[in-house]
């Protein structure tokens, strides 16, 4: 029996579901990437050697919908009776950690395929800007990290690039990404590349910042008490971040080289 040719907003309408379902079996069974950058490379494949389309999404529809259901099954079934539950692995385990440390920040879903860490990168920049930043600015006013100085003026700079969104509620920062997520095919590896120079520039934000304050403390040590308290608290806070994201080793060469008296 022939299949049903699909009209153009059917084959737009089926592409976007086997994404979202690839997308749904990869997060939600810790599967690779690699499944649905595999499916787009035989799409191309597909269209380059005049396969009918519409049964060749269909085909995917239903590997995709059966790959899912195995998974399902697996997971009601649990462990093999009378054996013993895998332990984790060392990997497993770390990456779990490491999935528990950020989740206590906000999601921002500037876009639904972006990953995890980047969307809570941006909610816990966006927090530090709207909930941190002025209380932060105040406690420096009488030190030469006043808002009127270059470094803090080019800090000032950053964290808005990182973290204030536009009116489609994307980061300056990640408009090249976004457009990336919304081309088809997708190159998955210009992707990953912009996440990580968005993760990268963070680091370097988070780590100067974090500098800047270390040297306050060391520096203005008749700093009245309610300025101490904020600075302490501040500081914390950017401390706290750098760990959870597991940034501390993104810094930048040195850029001030003013002598601490």
Do not use: C
């Amino acid at each position: 029996m022939k299949s049903k040719k699909l009209t153009p907003g059917e084959i737009s309408s089926s592409m976007e579901k086997i994404r979202k379902r690839y997308d749904e079996y990869i997060s939600k069974f810790f599967k690779p990437r690699s499944l649905r950058e595999a499916f787009e490379s035989r799409y191309m494949k597909a269209l380059r050697a005049g396969i009918d389309i519409s049964s060749f999404l269909i085909a995917e529809i239903s590997a995709i919908e059966e790959l899912i259901t195995r998974e399902e099954q697996r997971v009601m079934a649990g462990p093999p009776r009378g054996g013993a539950e895998k332990e984790p692995s060392f990997a497993d385990k770390v990456l779990e950690e490491n999935h528990r440390r950020i989740e206590k920040y906000p999601d921002v879903p500037f876009h639904n395929d972006a990953g995890e860490e980047v969307r809570r990168l941006v909610g816990a920049l966006s927090g530090l800007e709207k909930d941190h930043w002025p209380e932060l600015t105040m406690a420096l006013r009488d030190t030469m990290y006043a808002m009127s100085s270059a470094e803090m003026l080019a800090l000032d700079s950053q964290l808005r690039f990182l973290a204030s969104t536009n009116r489609e509620e994307i980061p300056q920062f990640l408009t090249r990404l976004v457009s990336q997520l919304g081309k088809f095919p997708r190159n998955y590896a210009v992707i990953d590349r912009e996440e990580k120079e968005y993760i990268l520039e963070a680091g370097f934000f988070l780590n100067e910042l974090f500098t800047v304050l270390e040297r306050v403390q060391r520096v203005y040590t008749e700093m009245g008490a309610a300025e101490k308290k904020t600075l302490e608290e501040k500081k914390a806070i950017v401390g706290e971040l750098i760990g959870d994201f597991r940034l501390k080793d993104f810094k930048r060469r040195q850029r001030w080289d003013r002598e601490e008296n």
